[in-house]
């Protein structure tokens, strides 16, 4: 008997331990810090945990999970911006930004980017944090945040938040509450958004500046996914991902001699031009361009991209990306190069075929940045769940009908005269090509009346171009330009 309640014990103090494997809707951990940035020693906060979305009737029907660093010992705070990032997918945690980029840590990894253990965070001397706070916001499903159900256990209609204007909608709604309750509402404002984020945040500038009524200084399109563009099949998207297959095929001294010797700054020009006066139109011309301009559009481009003459006509001159990056080291060593950054090599079960097994590169990323943010938010920032951090989250189907987010930017920039635009690409993605982001940026404003307002950085690494080292310097030195060359300095928004 004395065993048994000694049983009865245990088993009562298990259950009474025992919890659901819920995120709290509503809650916050804060921590502080410092750091040295730019050789200037700082103090900081980090908050983190989670903050409601509402519908109409005031309900919380979701709860987004965020980090947010705000510096310590500022006098003015109405002065200082506020950064607030998105990543993309669309279904990406905002995870690689947020410790590989502009916050104060980022990964233990090497010069060019790849892993290395053991596993973890450093300090980031090259932060933001000097000149801006940050909020790294973490759409439904992604990183720990979730749906809510209702009383009944029913979750909210998934078309609420996965879709472009859905997606724009709540998180519009949701940053009105946070700058509400940081009391952030007389700062300059920025959105930074990667990949598909780059879609969220030209949307994003016209929901929040129409509907919440909050004016931006900047928007910061980092390696943006395009979706008027990327994908389309169609012969404008495929003629501008030439100029990155000259500087994917340099990298990886594929060129023939008379190019392969040059810098690639000196070449890219020329492919970009080749890419538009004549790769484009001879691509329009489709089934009916005649055998010479088609077979001399083939030995030009062949010339700029490493590819055999054959290998272009046989794919009528159309080359997917998917087989650029399986062929192009076919004969060479029979290894694939990386889709998000053409640097990063594979090893396929067969050399044949049209595309990679894997995507060489984001199996290296993963390798680095699962195991680090997992221990940085609990080790580092004390939040402690048993609910999974999703780097991916299931977010489809997702819906992408009405996509006017290009002419939400440019409707925004003409009602704002503050606001600028950067936009920043790595030469050597392959997924949002460097040139496919020059051409959005030229198609926002047709009219050519704000180009002024419109800023291009391109770097010698992939879609994630601040894991090269180099790069991560001298990208958040451009964002620094940026936020100084946006603020108002004194001067009336009018033109």
Sequence with gaps: MKQFFSFLVLMSSICAITQSRVIPTDTMVVTSHSSSIKGTSLLYTATTGTQPVWNKKGDAIATLYYTYYERSNVKNRAERPLIISFNGGPGSASVWMHIAYTGPKVLKIDDEGYPIQPYGVKDNPNSILDVADIVYVNPVNTA????????????????TFFGINADIKYLAEWINTFVTRKNRWESPKYIIGESYGGTRVMGLANELQNNQWMYLNGVILVSPADYKLYNTSQPVYSSINLPYYTAAAWYQKALPNELQQQDLLDILPEAETFAIESLMPALAKGGFISDIEKRETAKKMAYFSGLSEKVILQHNLDVPTSFFW????????????????????????????????????????MHSFTPAINFYIREHLNFKTDVKYSVFGDVHPWDRQNDNTREGLRQAMAQN?????????????????????????????????????????????GHMMYLRHDDLISANNDLREFIKNSLSKGKSAKY
Excluded: C, H
């Design 144 to 159: 720990y945040s979730r749906m809510i159900p209702d009383k009944e256990g029913k979750l909210p209609d998934r078309k």
């Design 417 to 461: 005269p503050y606001l600028r635009v950067l936009v920043q690409s790595g030469y050597y993605d392959g997924a949002t090509t460097y040139f496919g982001a020059k051409y959005t940026m030229w198609q926002i404003d047709p009219s050519g009346k704000m180009k002024d307002r419109f800023t291009f950085k391109g770097y010698r690494s």
């Design 326 to 365: 399986k062929e192009l080291l076919r004969d060479k060593t029979g290894q694939t190069i990386g889709r998000l950054d053409s640097r990063y090599l594979g090893i396929d079960k067969r050399e044949s075929g049209n595309s990679p097994d894997y995507n060489a590169e984001l199996t290296s990323w």
